[in-house]
């Protein structure tokens, strides 16, 4: 009787195991991507993990990263080949995981980059030729106001094709949105927004805003938003979203006009409204597009029992519906005074199938992962088979190095498939780092890394 009782308890933990790595239906995989090509760009400075950038016009590619040097660099070549012309920029990577490097080309073909700040001046590049890497040449200025105190520079383009360049002037609860424009045939900026983006509610509100965007097939860019009051990542509250052409006329899900700026009390845009120290975090959410073109937006909080959870929103029936999709049994906790968290819990969405049936990847800090089934619907979990064509291969994490404690970082095409639908990215490895109150009193020269880029088909 004891055997037999033994033999059942361990089917009955098996089985537990099993589903504690899905939760509902599974993913079935239509021409599972492969990776067809992989060049190597460089070797780089691991020490700390920053973002670079990535894009490909015509038959051209252009890479925006830091050398083994930690020196900001740009790499160009043309497709087919595997041989890169690289530009060593004056400017030494610092210690700090928010100092990215982005880069642009606007339509003429002039190259611009900027990056590696954190509250500092603008550091800004562009070449004296169209698409040559080789005349890169120091300006940081485009404007020459409110450039003083920069953080978060991104470079994209608006429905006409021209450059646009936004950045956080200011430091955290103390900054501002802005926005340029490049004129192309004058090779000039100009501020394309009067007004920020986002301002507090009261002159000493220290409220800061931490937003993402998505864009449509007609264009259009679809934003969504949390505020946080203090640099502690606990403070975060409030989940925004609002749609716009062209950044300066706004509407809401519902499509009422709202005014700029966005206001951390303007319920028109509120999707929702959990307060501070409510489980948010200003880097654990995200907003994609059903088929039709509509937002969801996942995020993590509290539940009503203190618990850390994911949830899904939605625009329905003229409101917000926000919808708990995880059960998990734990509470992420708060490091180095609230600046940080705990991994608690983690989500991407993998993709979303012609018949609107949501697959979203998620992963725990107890070790615990699966994916979700979710019906765009209504938002409840379905058995039904996910049947999607996956962004990534399976292999896409496979380390590089082989050195402990190092994290795999991907960058993607800022153009998007090509049109033969194979699409390009970036892959190295980096460790965790830190913020400028992290850094030694003398930074590494170590770890490396590969910088390689991956053609996935």
């Keep these: 009787m004891k055997r ?38 460089d070797s780089i ?5 920053v973002g670079f950038d990535l894009k490909t016009v015509g038959d051209k590619q252009f890479v925006a990263y830091y050398d083994r040097k930690r020196m900001m660099t740009v790499a160009s070549r043309d497709i087919g080949s595997k041989e890169w012309t690289k530009k060593t920029l004056p400017n030494q990577l610092m ?3 928010h100092n990215s490097v982005k880069l642009g080309i606007d339509e003429l073909g002039y190259i611009h980059v900027s990056g590696n ?41 608006d429905k006409s094709g021209s450059l646009l360049f936004s950045y956080r002037a200011g430091s955290c609860g103390n900054g ?3 926005i340029n424009r490049f004129l192309a045939k004058e090779k000039k900026w100009e501020r394309y927004l009067e007004q920020p983006l986002f301002e507090g ?35 975060s509250h409030h989940i925004c979203y609002a749609k ?6 706004w509407k809401n899900a519902a499509g009422e006009t709202v005014n700029l700026p966005f206001r951390p009390d303007d319920k028109k845009v509120l999707v929702d409204d959990t307060p501070t120290k409510g489980g948010m975090h200003n880097s654990r959410y995200k907003i994609m597009l059903s088929k039709d073109g509509e937002p969801i937006i996942g995020y993590v909080k509290y539940d009503e029992a203190g618990l850390t959870q994911f949830y899904l929103a939605k ?33 991407s969405f993998a993709g979303i199938s012609n018949d609107n049936i949501i697959a979203i990847d998620w992963k725990t800090e107890k070790g615990e992962s699966g994916q979700y089934s979710i019906d765009y619907s209504n938002l409840e979990h379905t058995n039904k088979a996910v049947d999607i064509k996956t962004k990534y291969p399976k292999d896409i994490n496979k380390p590089l190095t082989n050195r402990p404690n190092m994290n795999v970082r991907l960058a993607n095409d800022q153009s998007g498939p090509q049109k033969d639908g194979s699409r390009y990215v970036l892959k190295w490895e980096t460790e965790h780092g830190g913020f400028k109150k992290h850094a030694p009193k003398v930074i590494p020269e170590g770890p490396l890394s590969a910088l390689v880029l991956l053609k996935i088909q």
Aim: aromatic share 16%.
């Design 4 to 41: 037999i009782s033994l033999i059942i308890l361990s089917i009955f933990l098996l089985y537990s195991c099993m589903n504690k790595s899905k939760d509902s239906g599974e993913l079935k995989e239509k021409n599972g991507p492969e990776i067809v090509e992989e060049i190597e760009v």
């Design 45 to 49: 400075w691991a020490g700390n993990g």
């Design 95 to 97: 210690w700090d995981s």
């Design 117 to 157: 700040m954190h509250v500092h001046p603008l550091a800004y590049f562009k070449s004296s030729k169209p698409f040559d890497v080789n005349t890169m040449v120091m300006v940081n200025e485009m404007i020459g106001q409110d450039e003083k105190s920069v953080t978060y520079p991104k470079f994209f383009h």
């Design 176 to 178: 501002n949105i802005l």
């Design 201 to 235: 509610i009261e002159a000493n509100d220290d409220r800061a805003a931490y937003h993402h965007w998505v864009k449509d097939a007609n264009g259009d860019f679809h934003f969504v938003w949390i505020w946080r009051w203090t640099p502690m990542v606990e403070t």
């Design 244 to 249: 716009t052409s062209d950044f300066k006329n």
């Design 315 to 347: 625009f329905m029936d003229g409101k917000w519906m926000s919808k708990k999709i995880s059960n998990w049994d734990f509470r992420w906790k708060f490091i180095d005074g609230g600046a940080f968290m705990s991994i608690g819990g983690q989500f």
